[in-house]
T-cell receptor, first 113, second 115 residues
Framework: DAGVTQSPTHLIKTRGQQVTLRCSPK?????VSWYQQALGQGPQFIFQYYEEEERQRGNFPDRFSGHQFPNYSSELNVNALLLGDSALYLCASSLGQLSGELFFGEGSRLTVL | AQTVTQSQPEMSVQEAETVTLSCTYDTSESDYYLFWYKQPPSRQMILVIRQEAYKQQNATENRFSVNFQKAAKSFSLKISDSQLGDAAMYFC????????????FGQGTRLTINP
């Protein structure tokens, strides 16, 4: 049973560029959440997708956007990258929007130069 | 807004000994969930233990147990018989019972196990 998978594992971008990160939820899960974890910090909630809609959003600018596909996989897009966007981006999946244990992937490490 | 505070950036313990990690939180809600997650160098967050606020009994999972003090808004994690594999970052997290599954994390505590 595959867990949460994320790609790419590492990537380097320059300021002003755009990036797309991908997440496949654990088998049977229908809800995906994204978190940003800066170095030495705890993760911060970006947003959650359920039934292909953004259901809740954290305190992140509109440069951060997402999408959920009919197969429940998800993408996180970040436009106009800033140095401060360098972080580990974690995807978590669950069964149901309101309850159920969250299962995390190993993250995508983004470095912005 | 809810906040979670972990006041111990680093802790160390001898193998086979017991260690307690501290966590305090702030909320105006009466019903919520609290969690401890472990993040090893592999980066994947792993759930260690979960506590529902309406339950007075402290949660336990094998060598891991919590001391949940609702009035004091305190939620500490005790690891008994520490093992080398317990070395990791530990994060305390809060989740409201309302709305989506937004987790609010603390800053983390790095736990080192000395052989």
């Amino acid at each position: 049973d595959a867990g949460v998978t994320q790609s790419p594992t590492h990537l380097i971008k320059t300021r002003g560029q755009q990036v797309t990160l991908r997440c496949s939820p654990k088998s049977g899960h229908d809800t995906v959440s994204w978190y940003q974890q800066a170095l030495g910090q705890g993760p911060q909630f970006i947003f959650q997708y359920y039934e292909e809609e953004e259901r809740q959003r954290g305190n992140f600018p509109d440069r951060f956007s997402g999408h959920q596909f009919p197969n429940y996989s998800s993408e996180l897009n970040v436009n106009a990258l800033l140095l401060g966007d360098s972080a580990l981006y974690l995807c978590a999946s669950s069964l149901g929007q309101l309850s159920g244990e969250l299962f995390f992937g190993e993250g995508s490490r983004l470095t912005v130069l | 807004a809810q906040t979670v505070t972990q006041s111990q950036p680093e802790m160390s313990v001898q193998e086979a000994e017991t260690v307690t990690l501290s966590c305090t939180y702030d909320t105006s809600e009466s019903d919520y969930y609290l969690f401890w997650y472990k993040q090893p160098p592999s980066r994947q967050m792993i759930l260690v233990i979960r506590q529902e606020a309406y339950k007075q009994q402290n949660a336990t999972e094998n060598r891991f147990s919590v001391n949940f003090q609702k009035a004091a808004k305190s939620f500490s994690l005790k690891i008994s018989d520490s093992q080398l594999g317990d070395a990791a970052m530990y994060f305390c997290a809060y989740r409201s019972v309302k709305g989506a599954q937004k987790l609010v994390f603390g800053q983390g505590t790095r736990l080192t196990i000395n052989p």
